[in-house]
Nanobody, 126 residues
Framework: VQLQASGGGLVQAGGSLRLSCAAS????????MGWFRQGSGKEREFAAA????????VFADSVKGRFTISRDNAKNTVYLQMNGLKPEDTAVYYC????????????????????WGQGTLVTVSS
């Protein structure tokens, strides 16, 4: 499956952005989807993930209550709605996919995801 992330940009602290990740190539609903992020000089970290149906979602503690993840299987797209952005949210955000045949609950570990998008930069100014 090929993934294309978009929606990043520059926003002031407290603002909002919605990232999108469009998938192509295979049946989108057969994949759990995750969002990860990597700040400058930092390791890639988990942000959020959703099961194939959207019925199960998981979030990193650092974004819980501020970010929501959703998906539209008819549009082959997963979204990350980011509210209450903070300067520490500044990072390149990546979407990723892993087959539901491997994990029924979306995993938090980046190493478990097979497919990755190219990343979209989010910059939050103070």
């Amino acid at each position: 499956v090929q993934l294309q992330a978009s929606g990043g940009g520059l926003v002031q602290a407290g603002g909002s952005l919605r990232l999108s990740c469009a998938a192509s190539g295979r049946t989108f609903s057969l994949y759990n989807m995750g969002w990860f992020r990597q700040g400058s000089g930092k390791e890639r970290e988990f942000a959020a993930a959703t099961s194939w149906s959207g019925g199960s979602t998981v979030f990193a503690d650092s974004v819980k209550g501020r970010f929501t993840i959703s998906r539209d299987n008819a549009k082959n797209t997963v979204y990350l709605q980011m509210n209450g952005l903070k300067p520490e949210d500044t990072a390149v955000y990546y979407c990723a996919a892993v087959s539901i045949s491997k994990y029924r609950i979306p995993p938090r570990s980046a190493s478990l995801y097979n497919y990755w998008g190219q990343g979209t930069l989010v910059t939050v100014s103070s």
